[in-house]
């Protein structure tokens, strides 16, 4: 099909990063934004803006709640249509109880577990979960969507499309596109040492737009290329279901070994135990890490088989000061607190194993380390972007002389992912903001009525590029790019300004008299993010006044 | 703040040595420089680029746990030669100090 | 084959896609799945040989989506990577049979 490699290679990067960029971005602006999720929560939900907390007492905080806890909504509507029959009003038999907190968490979040019966598949479970103050008990309303880690952050992974996991197959695909598109950049670049620092912005539009597309891509590599594949391998489970599917019969013959081997039984032996103080179980589990030169909080807590004989408590090692995660468990039997097991230390093959998977999921603190990220992120997004307006600007002339409307719609398609997508992010915040606390009854909750918004405004931007674009089937610039590029600006301090007249934390306060830096920094990025729209639209709208090519637009592809 | 100073410190040598890396070059050193590199200029900012990049490498071990002091380094490699790439493109004489430690004019 | 492939540039460049990411994901399955088995038959922990097999098998799928259009003849593109990617799975259920 082609000549010689780097056609082959070409061909490959151009047409896959086209069609999956899109997806890409996306995930690369969400990632970035993910970062800083839990932040971007207390943003969102201002009962929440209080400081972070250790794991509080299992026996007098956390108990009563697990007991008062049942499986939520979601998940008793997903069981309907699995069990031979109805599902009880109340589930008693507890399969565990989990509570997680992060260095970066005001809020606790519980999760538990229960056996289903009558259901057909016998691994199947009803969920529940809360979020909780940790402070003294009190949960969080159900209805306040944690817009960064319950939005932004699945949309990254997941482009919260779960219908048949379609959307984790999307990414999937989009991961492996993006190593390939990496490999294929460096077989194409031949200057790619030579040119390792060079932008020429005063040059033609298609050779700066080409030279930042090179450098963002360049400097970053390693940052791309692993987290595209540290991506791949954290969901390898979900792409190639291998030990659940062929290998089945292995993975069971495995779990059986290796529930004799560590003595934390598999099954409930059907007799009911009390739980004894899990309190003590943790206090012990921090003494036997101090003793072992690696002294830590912990991070999360579990109980199995709860409220039967064969129940155990695991507590696991908040993974604050290293890449790998939450780790170093130590398990008790849950009736008397004797230790049943001590975590051995990691093989060789985990220890990488839970090294990749921790550079992506980055459970470590280290602020320096999480804003790289998001500069290597957002490198990408420039990337992705400058590759989507070389495409056009290298074409449009021609189609435009062929009378094609390819270029067009590339170039709507472009408008809508890039400062689009920035916009749609705008409007859930925003809505965040204006929704009223509480809503008439019979509407949808308000979680879900701001992430219809985000659709909402993320359709309208993308009508408007297409509506715009008209002049880029004559060979010259959308208009859409200044006019997105405005409202970016327009809505972001909007945004800020909206913080303040809704919560009253405006920046001073925020930043100097009573400092709390996770609204601070949200406040900061957006009003940076204005900064640089506005720039950009006045860059734009310059170079359409002089009737000269305009300037790399790819200052606006990112906030 | 010690562990702020010393990170600032690391950034420092990575941006530095990223510089001395780029002046090595021909293209940036002229940017900079009316006059051509000589050999010997050429291979002294080569060292010292390698140099700034190791003390980069040193400064952020003292700091963190290896795993996570690697990733630090290899982040601010990226961000040194951005911020190198971007001050050779809109002011390449602020990059004058570095060429100045290998040759005087 | 080749002579009408070259006259239809649309279907070689769907087949070559397709090769690159159905034949692609064979390769991959056939290799974790005898990775997994096979090295666990040999000794190792379990999730190691799944982790281990999982991590080579994602870079193995680079390897192959990129060879999958750089190579010269499409039918031998299919034939590894389908053809390898099936005796891959069936050795390792040969494997699973024999530990069980």
New interface residues.
């Given amino acids: 099909m082609f000549s010689n490699f780097r056609q082959a290679m070409a061909w490959v990067h151009t047409w896959f990063g086209l069609v999956l960029g899109f997806v890409l971005m996306a995930c690369f602006f969400f990632g970035s934004l993910s970062v800083f999720d839990r932040e971007i929560d207390r943003w969102a939900i201002p009962a929440s803006r209080h400081a972070a907390q250790p794991m509080p007492s299992f026996d007098t905080l956390l108990q009563p709640i697990f007991q008062d806890m049942q499986p939520s909504k979601e998940s008793l509507d997903y069981l309907r249509d699995r069990v031979d029959g109805p599902l009880p009003a109340r589930f008693d038999t507890v399969r565990s109880w989990g509570a997680y907190t992060t260095h970066r968490d005001p809020v606790l979040s519980l999760f538990t577990s229960y056996e289903v019966p009558n259901a057909r598949d016998p691994d199947d479970a009803a969920r529940g979960n809360r979020t909780i103050d940790p402070r003294t008990g009190v949960a969080l309303p159900d209805d306040r969507l944690k817009i960064g880690s319950q939005f932004f952050y699945p949309l990254h992974y997941s482009l919260n499309l779960s219908w048949k996991d379609l959307g984790y197959w999307i990414v999937g695909l989009a991961g492996l596109t993006m190593l390939a598109a990496l490999v294929s950049g460096v077989v194409m670049h031949r200057r790619i040492f030579r040119e390792f620092f060079t932008f020429r912005p005063k040059k033609s539009t298609q050779r700066s737009v080409l030279d930042l597309h090179n450098m963002t891509g360049v400097l970053a590599l390693p940052f791309h290329f692993f987290f595209a594949f540290t991506g791949l391998v954290i969901f390898a489970g979900i792409y190639f279901p291998v030990t659940h599917t062929q290998l089945n019969p292995l993975h069971e013959l495995h779990e059986k070994l290796e529930a004799e081997e560590t003595g934390l039984p598999h099954d409930r032996a059907g007799v009911a135990a009390p739980l004894a103080s899990v309190d003590a179980m943790a206090a012990e589990a921090q003494r036997r890490w101090a003793a072992r030169g690696m002294a830590g909080e912990v991070g999360l807590l579990t109980v199995s088989h709860v409220g039967d004989a064969n129940g155990y408590v695991s507590v696991y090692r908040a993974g604050t000061d290293r890449i790998a995660l939450v780790g170093d468990g130590i398990h008790f039997k849950a009736g008397t607190g004797e230790l049943l097991r001590e975590d051995p230390p990691r093989t060789a093959v985990d220890s990488v194993n839970t090294f990749l998977t921790g550079l992506h999921l980055q459970h470590f603190r280290h602020w320096l380390l999480r804003w790289l990220y998001v500069l290597g992120g957002l490198l990408g997004c420039v990337c992705i972007a400058t590759g989507f307006i070389f495409f056009v600007e290298k074409r449009k002339k021609q189609h435009a002389a062929a009378g094609s409307q390819g270029s067009r719609v590339v170039d709507a398609l472009a408008v809508t992912t890039v400062t689009g997508m920035l916009l749609a992010a705008l409007t859930i915040l925003i809505a965040n903001r204006l929704l009223p606390e509480s809503l008439p009854a019979g509407w949808p909750p308000r979680g879900d009525l701001e992430q219809y918004l985000f659709w909402a405004g993320w359709a309208l931007a993308m009508a408007h590029a297409f509506v715009r674009s008209a002049p880029v089937a004559q060979g010259r610039p959308n208009p859409a790019w200044r006019e997105q590029c405005w409202a970016v600006a327009a809505i972001a301090v909007a945004a800020v300004l909206l913080n303040w007249l809704t919560t009253g934390d405006h920046l001073a306060r925020t930043v100097f008299i009573d400092t709390y830096w996770p609204v601070a920094g949200v406040d900061l990025f957006l009003l940076a993010s204005a900064a640089l729209a506005a720039g950009a639209a006045r860059r734009l709208g310059r170079r359409a006044a002089a009737g000269v090519r305009p300037a790399p637009r790819a200052e606006a592809a990112h906030a | 703040m010690r562990e702020a100073a010393l990170?600032a410190a690391a950034l420092a040598a990575c941006v530095a040595g990223?510089g001395w890396l780029?002046l090595a070059?021909e293209?940036?050193w002229t940017q900079v420089r009316p006059d051509a590199p000589t050999r010997a200029a050429v291979l002294r900012l080569r060292a010292l680029g390698g140099l700034g990049l190791a003390a980069g490498l040193a400064l952020c071990l003292r700091v963190?746990?290896a795993?996570?002091a690697v990733?630090?380094w290899?982040?601010?490699l990226?961000?040194a030669?951005?911020a190198?790439?971007?001050v050779?493109?809109w002011q390449p004489h602020w990059l004058r100090a570095l060429a100045w430690v290998v040759s005087r004019p | 084959m080749t002579a009408s492939l070259a006259s239809r540039p649309r279907l070689h460049a769907a087949l070559r896609v397709a090769a690159a990411v159905l034949g692609g994901y064979a390769f991959c399955w056939g290799f974790i799945a005898l990775a997994t088995s096979g090295l666990f038959a040999l000794g190792m922990p379990f999730h190691d040989a799944e982790h281990l097999g999982s991590i080579l098998g994602m870079l193995l799928y680079l390897a192959a989506f990129l060879w999958a259009f750089a190579a010269r003849r499409l039918a031998r593109v299919w034939l590894v990577l389908a053809g390898g990617g099936a005796l891959m799975a069936g050795a390792a259920s040969l494997v699973q049979r024999t530990l069980l």
Wanted: no cysteine; proline share 0%; glycine share 4%.
């Fill in positions: 990170l990223m780029a070059m293209t940036h963190d746990h795993s996570m990733l630090v290899v982040m601010a990226a961000g030669a951005l190198v790439s971007l050779l493109t």
